[in-house]
């Protein structure tokens, strides 16, 4: 419901405000009519705690039948509002997208492949990409970095005694390395 006009809280405040609203009227009602006006001027068998007991318990009944009412009153709304997929688009929604890295990351994935299977600093990743003649600022790198840990191409560890993090390829990362031909260091 968080998408819609003014989401959860709003559903709350409109479920206390028909509590209130209900409890308030009924009140009224019972208060106004005149048998509840002869039955209030005699002598009651409730107590003044028991009558405001009854009309708390009251609201809060209105309270979760509001909110029930408008969580359900949501969730139809947003079935109906959901927008109909084609059979064919619903098959494509299902099936994830591939993965195409960047021309960075492309380096970057080189440079790790050379150490075979060795995790490798910042640092050291970017003196292979500079020996190659792809200089590159090492916040560019860290980035294309991030981006592989995200698609599970690569992994990290922090290094404690060095003070870094420390990368090497995995999985996909190291299939897609070993399809392209990149050499691996003594190769």
């Given at each position: 419901?968080?998408?819609?006009k ?7 405040a ?43 318990v ?7 039948l ?26 494509a ?6 993965f ?30 500079a ?47 070993r ?8 190769m």
């Amino acid at each position: 419901m968080k998408g819609q006009k003014g989401g959860f809280a709003r559903e709350i405040a409109i479920a206390g405000a028909g509590g209130l609203v209900t409890t308030a009227c009924t009140t009224a009602i019972v208060w106004l009519s005149p048998r509840a006006q002869e039955y209030l001027t005699r002598p009651s068998l409730f107590l003044i705690w028991e009558v405001f007991g009854f009309m708390a318990v009251m609201l809060i009944l209105g309270t979760i039948l509001g909110l029930s009412i408008g969580y359900h009153r949501g969730q139809v709304s947003v079935e109906q509002d959901a927008p109909k997929l084609a059979p064919l688009a619903k098959a494509a929604a299902t099936v994830p997208a591939s993965f195409e890295p960047t021309p960075l990351q492309v380096l970057c994935i080189r440079a790790l492949r050379i150490a075979d299977n060795k995790y490798q600093s910042l640092a050291m990743i970017s003196a292979l990409l500079a020996r190659m003649g792809h200089a590159t600022p090492l916040s560019d790198i860290e980035q294309s970095l991030e981006g592989l840990i995200d698609q599970s191409w690569v992994s990290n560890i922090a290094n404690p005694s060095k003070g870094v993090w420390e990368y090497r390829l995995v999985g996909e990362g190291t299939a897609y390395a070993r399809d392209r031909g990149f050499p691996v260091s003594g190769m």
